[in-house]
């Protein structure tokens, strides 16, 4: 069956130091990968997609990129800041996939 | 303007009550749907509807009853609530057929708790 993994762990890091997260799946053949932001009590709000015939991809301090070799994707966040902390969630799609959401990575940014 | 509401915001009920959940979207979507997100945070979808159609219905017990009067609601019914229906509820839309995963837009969430 379709599988997404995502660090169950927080990532804890410095302000202005760089945030990567890490997106794995199995079993699927996504045709793009999307990345959401969840605040505590929010919905998850849509921050980026990337295509399987695109490697990277950015947007202001974010970058995604998809190695579908590896069946993975990877969102980064550059100069990071403390408003930056929350749960971020990766979501394959394309197709017909039932729509999936990983169970997503907490970030924290201390100052 | 809230693009996805959804009503009431917090809810709670004793086991065995029937409870409704509203969600209303402003986007002009074709697709709306339904996600439970429990305690470990998994978000796992339950319905989908386009045009007022099911589209997808994910082994969710048959006391949930989702209805779509029009497009732009997308309502979910639960009956002989039980202790596990506990979690936040999420309502979203999407502007496709909803025949893959699209990018959706979420609702603030409804938090239920069964005593």
């Known amino acids: 069956s379709q599988k997404i993994e995502q660090n169950s762990e927080a990532l804890n890091i410095q302000e202005g130091k760089t945030a990567t997260l890490t997106c794995n799946y199995t079993?699927?053949?996504?045709?793009?990968l999307q990345w959401y932001r969840q605040d505590p009590g929010r919905g998850p709000v849509f921050l980026l997609l990337?295509?399987?015939?695109?490697k990277e991809k950015r947007k202001e301090r974010l970058k995604v990129t998809f190695d579908t070799t590896l069946k993975q994707s990877l969102f980064h966040i550059t100069a990071s800041q403390p408003a930056d902390s929350a749960t971020y969630l990766c979501?394959?799609?394309?197709?017909?996939?039932?729509?999936?959401f990983g169970r997503g990575t907490s970030l924290i940014v201390h100052p | 303007d809230t693009a996805v509401s959804q009503t009431p915001k917090y809810l709670v009920t004793q086991m065995g009550n029937d409870k409704s959940i509203k969600c209303e979207q402003n986007?002009?979507?074709?697709?709306m749907y339904w996600y439970k997100q429990d305690s470990k945070k998994f978000l796992k979808i339950m319905f989908s509807?386009?045009?007022?159609?099911?589209?997808i219905n994910e082994t969710v017990p048959n006391r949930f009853s989702p209805k779509s009067p029009d497009k732009a609601h997308l309502n979910l019914h639960i009956n002989s609530l039980e202790l596990g229906d506990s979690a936040v509820y999420f309502c979203?839309?999407?502007?496709?057929?909803?025949?893959?995963?699209?990018?959706?837009?979420f609702g603030p969430g409804t938090r239920l708790l069964v005593l």
């Open positions: 979203a839309s999407s502007q496709g057929s909803g025949a893959y995963q699209e990018t959706q837009y």
């Open positions: 079993n699927y053949s996504p045709a793009y």
């Open positions: 990337i295509r399987e015939n695109e």
């Open positions: 979501a394959p799609g394309g197709g017909s996939y039932i729509p999936t």
């Open positions: 986007l002009g979507h074709d697709t």
């Open positions: 509807y386009n045009n007022k159609e099911l589209i």
